[in-house]
């Protein structure tokens, strides 16, 4: 069923609010018709207050190629920020690799009534490309940013393949995931471990989460005494 037969659907048998329901449905055809914007959503079950939205990642940005989606459940919607989390795994400062909570000033102490669908997506798909390291949910990634925003780039490049990925863009050789490349880890870093009687098939990935609270990464590497890093593998 196409988005007109559905909007059509919802208003002939919905008990919600017209006003609100109007209002929810204005801006998902907004979203749709808004060509350049890059911006799409679409009903969840049918559900006017339970959408799911599509945008590309910004172009020039470690999330270029990648197709992400995330979730908006409007709830008491407008008078509350929307609920918006990911449904696509990102790494980001400022979004959870759990969860896919999104910290974004609209969305907290920012809200105001006036704010759209749209405007959030938007938002949203901006911050992908502005990183606010400063005030994170996801710790490790902001401090992989601040030591070595190289190094960064490579990792949130490599989840967008894995997780973002188009169908297009999806390679033959990514059927096997790289633990160190998702974890920011350079793998000449574990393997120099060698040298300290780790066998390479050993280093685990509770070993590899112990380089990444280290933030075991670029010039932080000189700042780390090897003993510290043999006492915490070795723990």
Known sequence: MDISSQISEIFSRSTENPHRLRRVLKEIIDCRRDKTANIDVELVDSC???????????????????????????????????????????YHPNISPVSGTIYIDILQD??????????????????????EPCDPLDIEASQHFMVDKRSFEETAR?????????????????????????????????????????????????????????????????NIPDEVVVEELSG
């Open 48 to 90: 006017p207050f339970h959408l799911k939205g599509h945008f590309p990642g910004p172009e020039g940005t470690p999330y270029e190629n990648g197709i992400f989606e995330d979730v908006v459940c409007p709830a008491t919607y407008p008078f509350v920020p929307l609920q918006v989390k990911f449904i696509t795994k990102v």
């Open 110 to 131: 920012n809200w105001w009534p006036g704010f759209t669908v749209k405007k959030v997506l938007i938002s949203v798909q901006s911050l992908l490309s502005s990183p």
């Open 158 to 222: 490599y989840w967008t393949r894995i997780y973002a990925r188009s169908p297009e863009s999806v390679g033959a050789n990514d059927s096997e995931v790289d633990d160190a490349a998702l974890a920011g880890i350079e793998r000449t870093h574990i393997d120099r471990f060698e040298a300290f009687g780790f066998q390479r098939s050993t280093v685990s990935n509770a070993q590899i989460e112990v380089l990444c609270k280290l933030n075991y990464r670029g010039p932080n590497v000189a």
